[in-house]
């Protein structure tokens, strides 16, 4: 390898990573800011934060066995840079079905736990899901050997445990005061926009 690949595989990596860490962050903060979102139908008891903690949980279940998957079937920082992408749309509408969705599914079926899942689930699910397909697909991406995917499955795990720290306290103590919960998922389209175009161009393949 001369130093030009040398150089880019380390920045490929880099951008990995640093996908890694802000869709984590972005997730969590996302969950802060669903609960701001579900509180004029539902308020902020237990009953809310158990949904949202299970539809977050269940999507982020579901991406990870889909992004594996995906990952296997085309191993390129394409893949995961699509699905970021289409992440980012998703929460475009997020404000629009907080509007649409919401309201009549509370009018609908009370505020009860049924309508409380629901309710996250219209919010939250498509989002969550497809975030979650990321982990897995970089863990795909920078394995350089069987014998280091211990070391890089747990690295990449740290790296998105540590994003959804910061993104959960950035969130709730900075974002949601400064800006308010619609603003901020404009602030996450963006974000999520910036890495789908960063995976884009990295170029890194890994064998079959």
């Known amino acids: 390898m001369d130093d030009a690949s040398i150089a880019a595989a380390r920045s490929g990596r880099l951008i990995i990573y640093t996908a890694t860490f802000l869709v984590s962050a972005v997730l969590m903060g996302f969950e802060m800011v669903g609960g701001r979102l579900l509180y004029p139908y539902f308020g902020s008891g237990i009953n809310t934060w158990a949904a949202l903690i299970s539809v977050t949980l269940f999507g982020m279940a579901i991406g990870a066995v889909a992004g594996g998957r995906i990952i296997d079937r085309w191993p390129s920082t394409l893949s995961p840079a699509v699905i970021v992408a289409l992440a980012s749309f998703s929460f475009s509408w997020v404000p629009v079905i907080a509007d649409v969705a919401i309201g009549p599914l509370a009018a609908r079926f009370g505020e009860g736990p049924l309508a409380v899942l629901l309710g996250s689930s219209a919010l939250m699910l498509v989002p969550v899901t497809l975030l ?77």
């Open 132 to 208: 979650g397909t990321l982990p897995p697909s970089a863990v795909r991406l920078l394995v350089l050997s069987t014998r280091s995917a211990g070391a890089m499955a747990g690295l990449v795990s740290g790296i998105s445990t540590a994003g959804s720290v910061v993104g959960t306290l950035i969130t709730a103590f900075v974002l949601i005061p400064a800006m308010g919960s619609r603003r901020i998922t404009q602030l996450f389209t963006v974000i999520l926009a910036g890495c789908a175009i960063a995976l884009f161009f990295v170029d890194t393949r890994r064998r079959e």
